[in-house]
């Protein structure tokens, strides 16, 4: 199971990946919406293993 520290790295990793192309080519939008799909997940397991650990403190 990933961390939180995972999850917020791999957040970062993919909103940079978005910048870089976004900035140097034109996308097409399949490659957005993946992206976006992807970093739509990883924010909402953020959420749930935040109130996770929340309740368990």
Request: aromatic share 2%; glycine share 0%; charged share 20%.
């Amino acid at each position: 199971m990933a961390t939180l520290a995972d999850i917020n790295n791999e957040i970062e990793q993919l909103r940079l990946i978005l910048n870089t192309v976004s900035s140097e080519s034109p996308l097409t939008a399949s490659v957005v919406v993946e992206i976006s799909q992807k970093l739509d997940l990883l924010i909402m397991l953020h959420y749930e293993l935040s109130q996770q650990l929340r309740c368990a403190l």
